[in-house]
């Protein structure tokens, strides 16, 4: 927990994230490309959004141990092959959930809803994240 969670992932070569639920979005996976670590990630729920396999990870079939065993020991192996991936997670993170992106669209959704208020528009405005 807190920051002990994060000394542990600055040791780490990397982060292996077995998940088995199909939860949507894994704090766990933001966290870990935040931090600049690869992970080796199930395929499952919304894992596959946040670890892109090949560029910032590597995913695996959930349940698979033998796939979770080779992805790890490839990387482990093959440390820059590690690093590299890790630098890509830390650009990606920064891109896909990092605060300018939240500070962006928040403003955006703001303004739009503003105009379509000040023109009498109804109030459903439609936003699309980029």
């Known amino acids: 927990h807190g920051e002990e969670k994060f000394h542990l992932f600055n040791q780490a070569t990397v982060v292996a994230i077995t998940s088995r639920w199909e939860e949507p979005s894994p704090l766990v996976a933001r966290e870990t490309a935040q931090i600049g670590r690869p992970a080796v990630a199930a395929v499952t729920g919304g894992i596959p ?17 033998d796939a979770l065993a080779a992805a790890l020991l490839d990387l482990l192996l093959t440390p820059a092959k590690a690093n590299e991936l890790g630098r890509n997670a830390a650009l990606h993170a920064k891109r896909a959930f990092g605060m300018e992106r939240y500070a962006r ?23 699309h994240a980029k």
Do not use: I
Not at 49 to 65: A, M, S
Not at 105 to 122: G, I, S
């Open 105 to 127: 669209e928040h403003d955006e959704l703001y303004r739009a809803l503003m105009a379509a208020r000040t023109n009498n528009e109804p109030s459903s405005v439609s936003f």
């Open 49 to 65: 959004d946040l670890v892109l396999d090949g560029q910032t990870g590597v995913l695996f079939e959930r349940d698979n141990p």
